[in-house]
T-cell receptor, first 115, second 116 residues
Framework: AQSVTQPDIHITVSEGASLELRCNYS??????LFWYVQSPGQGLQLLLK??????LVQGIKGFEAEFKRSQSSFNLRKPSVHWSDAAEYFC?????????????FGAGTRLAVHP | GAGVSQSPSNKVTEKGKDVELRCDPI?????LYWYRQRLGQGLEFLIY????????KSGLPSDRFSAERTGESVSTLTIQRTQQEDSAVYLC??????????????FGEGSRLTVL
């Protein structure tokens, strides 16, 4: 079955500390992988995506993610967290087939940032 | 419009009533999606539109749920005889179709439905 697992429901980090949010997926075909962020009162915003090529992808707001096929993982990282990064983060996997993006989402990780 | 617009932003209704949720996608986006987000859970796919046809409605939970779309514009999600388990945030997303598709879904802020 196709699924996405985000093992950490809540994570708290201090401002300036590094961050890694975990994502594991189960998908039968070549996965297309996404990270979205949902800030309070706002819609989901795409942080980054992986389709093919270099397994380390850069996104907006200083985020990056690394695709590891052998571990079925697509972890999100940021070297130095800012207070404005407090939000909920969702990992997603999908087929991305010619305009059809039926994404399967994880349950999300809520990030809190201490000053 | 500039982004995906959803209305109402909040809806409180009594069990057994019907509700309609509206989504206005980004102009020119041919693909439109409805997702449901229950408290503390991830997004659950409901239905996908390409133009005004729905090639995939496999996520609709029951026959109380239906959706339609007018051309490549507004979509309405209707829930009949609402139940308490229908309480959730209903999210709409749109994307470009065909070769113009970058893979990104553009989401609205959602409609929060509370069934008493």
């Amino acid at each position: 079955a196709q699924s996405v697992t985000q093992p950490d429901i809540h994570i708290t980090v201090s401002e300036g500390a590094s961050l890694e949010l975990r994502c594991n997926y189960s998908y039968g075909a070549t996965p297309y992988l996404f990270w979205y962020v949902q800030s309070p009162g706002q819609g989901l915003q795409l942080l980054l995506k992986y389709f093919s090529g270099d397994t380390l992808v850069q996104g907006i707001k200083g985020f990056e993610a690394e695709f590891k096929r052998s571990q079925s993982s697509f972890n999100l990282r940021k070297p130095s967290v800012h207070w404005s990064d407090a939000a909920e983060y969702f990992c997603a996997v999908g087929p991305f087939s010619g305009g059809y993006n039926k994404l399967i989402f994880g349950a999300g990780t809520r990030l809190a940032v201490h000053p | 419009g500039a982004g995906v617009s959803q209305s109402p932003s909040n809806k409180v209704t009594e069990k057994g009533k019907d509700v309609e949720l509206r989504c206005d996608p980004i102009s020119g986006h041919t693909a439109l999606y409805w997702y449901r987000q229950r408290l503390g859970q991830g997004l659950e796919f409901l239905i996908y539109f390409q133009g005004n046809s729905a090639p995939d409605k496999s996520g609709l939970p029951s026959d109380r749920f239906s959706a339609e779309r007018t051309g490549e514009s507004v979509s309405t999600l209707t829930i009949q005889r609402t139940q308490q388990e229908d309480s959730a945030v209903y999210l709409c997303a749109s994307s470009e179709g065909g070769a113009a598709n970058t893979g990104e879904l553009f989401f609205g802020e959602g409609s929060r439905l509370t069934v008493l």
